[in-house]
């Protein structure tokens, strides 16, 4: 991380067990934003640069790419969803300086934190979603140059039902899925759309039952 950058770290805590936390941080030098998951190599990460080319990358190879959003309403793009549920809570590890933990229940809908990107002259009094949908304030960094702010908005919210298509893992990282989803420890994060084509980080722990290729 680029020292001094603007950040928001958050995740969610379960029973006094974590999840891993997500990284929002703001360009230096340019309105653009960087997403991290803890526990990746700092070549796994997305970038939401300046120029609405958008793209993450696994050891500098795209694995995904899409053009900057329209505003949803004047001033406001989401530019992004994190999605995390109660079952990823499941580190007893102590949370990164600064994290912001969004306390659930066991029994809760997994908590979505919406990144959003607001133009200047927004309402910093309130945020996104506060009165529509019931969100709350992760919190807001300065986007480089003065031309606007990044909010994140943490809800509670059901997952929709979906499917996804993915690489097909080689023998020695298929046989570390099944040791680690035998000890009820494989995380993963999935990227995909939403349905209104807002792109979804979705983190998820594999059941302990064994993996099977398809």
């Not at 526990?39 to 958008?54: C, D, I, R, T, Y």
């Amino acid at each position: 991380m680029t020292l001094g950058s603007p950040h928001l770290q958050f995740g969610i805590e379960v029973g006094g067990q974590r999840s891993y936390t997500w990284r929002v941080r703001s360009g230096a030098n340019h309105p653009e934003l960087f997403v991290e998951r803890e526990n990746l190599p700092p070549a796994v990460h997305l970038s939401l640069h300046a120029s609405g080319q958008w793209h993450m990358k696994m050891r500098r190879r795209r694995v995904h790419q899409w053009r900057k959003p329209a505003e949803t309403t004047p001033g406001y793009t989401r530019a992004l969803a994190i999605v995390q549920p109660v079952a990823v809570a499941m580190f007893a590890l102590p949370a990164p300086a600064g994290a912001h933990l969004l306390q659930l229940r066991a029994d809760a809908e997994p908590a979505e934190f919406d990144v959003w990107i607001e133009r200047p002259g927004a309402n910093l009094q309130s945020w996104p979603g506060k009165n529509a949908d019931g969100t709350v304030l992760i919190g807001r960094i300065p986007l480089a140059g003065g031309v606007g702010t990044c909010c994140v908005v943490s809800r509670q919210t059901a997952i929709a039902p979906g499917s996804a298509a993915l690489e097909q893992p080689t023998e020695e990282q298929f046989t570390w899925m099944q040791d680690r989803a035998a000890e009820g420890r494989l995380y993963c994060t999935i990227i995909g759309d939403l349905d209104d084509e807002t792109v979804v980080l979705l983190d998820l722990r594999a059941d302990p039952s064994p993996v099977r290729r398809s």
